[in-house]
């Protein structure tokens, strides 16, 4: 049994499907602060299996403690935690307690409960500027943000407790830059509020939620002027924690990019959704960001090397199965949970 922290959110879902059409049994746990269980339910009807959920917070020691020992529980993949760049300099306790808190309790709980595998989500922002691309795992670290940091505190927390007991196998896997959807258009990412990143905002103005997107400056060193970045098919992502945990049958730590090494600009990815699509995306140019760097993108190299890994979707597929999420979910999961459901299930 996998216990998979987040597991309602965007990522975790498709983490959800790959685990369960692998065999594997699940027992997600979620505090559903920033997502909604019919997500979950959608999970289960698509793989034909059922899933554990337990309504949680990860800073509830108790309540991972019990369900680590009731379910079984033999690995943890954590995606729990919250992500906005933009929030954490607002608010950066927050951020620092639910997630190096919130993975401290839930790390604890492993301990007591004598289960030391652990897959933990972390990012590309831990390596805050590049100094040379692409960016492989020697780059050094340097996040620009409280959010940022929080997955460095957790990266360098982890690689102590491996340190202190080498009986731990843990994966700290660095995204890059995670978009599309399922193919079936049933589960995607579903943001509360105005999205923070690019692929939700274009595919909200094209369904024609918002008016235009803004592009956040078009005077950087590219060759369109507007941000690169390694966008990543999300169910291409998914199978990447699999793949993590097949390597993790043995003690060690290690820690990868997952990536597709390619970038795409802003612009590319207007065009690419207009074609998939047939909407037009309105569009302003903003300042810059404080904090956003021009280009960005992963070398993949050693997650093939190692895990046997690699992405396969294009910026096409990426748009089309994104696009084919919000035109059959224009409001999200919103309304779509099983209304004789109680919380847990
Ligand atoms: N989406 C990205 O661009 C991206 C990039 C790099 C890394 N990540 C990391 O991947 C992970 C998943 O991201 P996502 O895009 O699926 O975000 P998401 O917000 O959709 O999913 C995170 C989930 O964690 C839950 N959660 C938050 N705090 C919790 C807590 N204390 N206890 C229990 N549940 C809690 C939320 O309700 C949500 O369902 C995060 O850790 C994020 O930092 C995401």
């Excluded at 929030?87 to 301990?111: C, F, K």
């Excluded at 943001?191 to 094209?206: H, I, M, S």
């Excluded at 990815?269 to 207009?274: A, L």
Aim: proline share 5%.
């Amino acid at each position: 049994m996998i216990l998979l922290t987040g597991g309602a959110g965007y990522i975790g879902s498709h983490v959800c499907m790959a685990l369960l059409d692998a065999g594997l049994d699940v027992v997600a746990v979620d505090n559903l602060s920033n997502s909604n269980k019919a997500s979950l339910e959608r999970v289960q009807s698509i793989c034909g299996r059922s899933l554990v959920f337990r309504h949680a917070d990860i800073r509830d020691e108790a309540a991972i403690y019990d369900i680590l020992r009731c379910c079984g529980v033999t690995a943890v993949i954590h995606l729990a935690g919250l992500k906005a760049v933009g929030d954490s300099n607002v608010q950066p306790i927050t951020y620092y307690e639910n997630n190096v808190l919130g993975t401290m309790r839930l790390v604890s709980a492993m301990t007591k409960a004598k289960v030391k595998t652990l897959v933990f989500s972390s990012s590309a922002t831990v390596y805050g500027i590049p100094t040379y691309l692409p960016l492989d795992e020697k780059h050094p670290l340097g996040p620009t943000n409280p959010y940022g940091r929080t997955k460095l505190f957790i990266e360098e927390m982890l690689k102590d407790l491996h340190r202190s007991d080498d009986e731990w196998r843990i994966g700290i896997l660095r995204y890059f830059n995670p978009v599309g959807a399922h193919e079936s258009g049933l589960v995607g990412e579903d943001p509360l509020g105005v999205p923070n990143n690019l692929l939700p905002f274009v595919a909200q103005v094209a369904i024609g939620r918002r008016d235009k997107l803004t592009i956040w400056g078009n005077d950087y060193d590219t060759p369109d002027g507007t941000g690169i970045r390694d966008f990543i098919h999300v169910v291409d992502l998914a199978s990447g924690h699999l793949s993590a945990l097949r390597h993790l049958k043995e003690p060690g730590l290690l820690t990868v990019n997952l990536g597709t090494g390619a970038g795409s600009s802003v612009l590319d990815v207007v065009r690419t959704f207009e074609a998939v699509s047939g909407r037009p995306i309105p569009y302003a140019i903003g300042e810059r960001r404080a904090g956003d760097v021009a280009i960005c993108y992963a070398d993949p190299t050693l997650a093939e090397r190692v895990l046997g890994w690699k992405s396969t979707r294009s910026l096409a597929q990426m748009c089309s199965d994104h696009w084919c999420w919000q035109s059959k979910n224009p409001d999200g999961y919103r309304g779509a949970e099983h209304p004789e459901r109680s919380s847990d299930f």
